[in-house]
């Protein structure tokens, strides 16, 4: 079957990401845009996956626990995980392995944790923005030992991306998907980087607003629907 896929998009938990990204707004705003499955990957948090999930439940919307990490290099990868616990271990990890500065909620904004009735449940006071001391060639490997995956975001883009800090896609990084933020610069991108042609290339919206979330266009063919079973789509 098809299923329509949005697998970036942040919560009111990223310093980004606005008050109104709510568990609720954000599940909500998925199925009346016609996705079947979302992930939420928040700046190096996993926090406010419980809620989105939950909330998810109530109105058939599968949601996929995960982060967007910050490596070393100041390359931003996506990390999916088939549970929260699973997705939740690898936060305790990550928490352990970043940069701690204080968040100065007047410029980057408030880090809010909520539950699944969108309620203020805590804030994380130091910022989520700086990078992780995990290199974006042990991301793979690393993210898989706790039982998810890995790849990188927004190839396209000019900043944070692998493309834009290293150059090129090492053929030994493992990933086995790419994350585009515009589907046009796909043919462009594979000539000049051939690795992407034995990858799997993904869209996804990176929305840090609900207005940000984009109509469903971006489908996956799977048998059945589950956070498992698209990551094992995506590392296939
Ligand atoms: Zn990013
Ligand atoms: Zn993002």
Redesign the pocket.
Known sequence: MKYYYDLHIHSCLSPCGDTDMTPNNIVNMAKLLGLDVIALTDHNTSLNCKAVIEAGEKIDITVIPGM?LTTSEDI?AVCLFPTLEKAINWNEYVDKKRIKIKNKPEIYGRQVIMNSADEEIGEIEELLLPSSNIGIYEAYAKVKEFGGICYP??IDRDS?SIISVLGEIDEYCGFKTAELADKKKEFELKKLHPILNNMKIITNS?AHYLENMREAENFFELDSLSAQSVINFLDS
Do not use: I, S
């Open positions: 967007e931003h975001a927004h944070l990176d």
